[in-house]
């Protein structure tokens, strides 16, 4: 049996899965929803719900199917109190996923904000790119065969 693993996606990770329900970003959150724990704070599923709405994604996907995307994350994440604002991240607005993951003792943070990859791993915790995370539970499963 494969650990609970505790994760953190960033906005662009969740709205690539949103809008592209077969691209490797899809994949990676609905592995996160299915098999480990999904970790969010007030103001990454903020941040979210403002950005799903934009109407620049009606040609991708329905506002229908993007409020039942953010309903289906924002049900099965575990919120996170924010007692220790992190502030190292050369994108301000980025700090918000760093204070979830340490906040919330994440297991890893996946972006594909290159802002964020830069500081991997970030206090010891890995910032891997959806596909990593990917690859990373496709070679646990062969291995456990």
Partial sequence: MIPTIKCVFNTNVL???ALFEQSIPAQA???ALQQHTLLASHATLREV???LRRSKF???VSVQDRERFLTRIAL???????IEHITVCRDAKDNKFLDVTVNGQATVLVSGDD??????PFRTIP???????WLSRISRSSHEM
């Fill in 127 to 133: 910032i891997i790119r959806p596909h990593d995370f």
């Fill in 76 to 82: 099965k994440a575990e919120l996170v109190d924010i």
């Fill in 58 to 60: 009606d040609a991708y």
């Fill in 29 to 31: 959150v609905f592995l």
């Fill in 49 to 51: 719900s403002i950005v």
């Fill in 115 to 120: 802002d964020l990859l830069t500081l991997h």
């Fill in 15 to 17: 709205i690539s899965g």
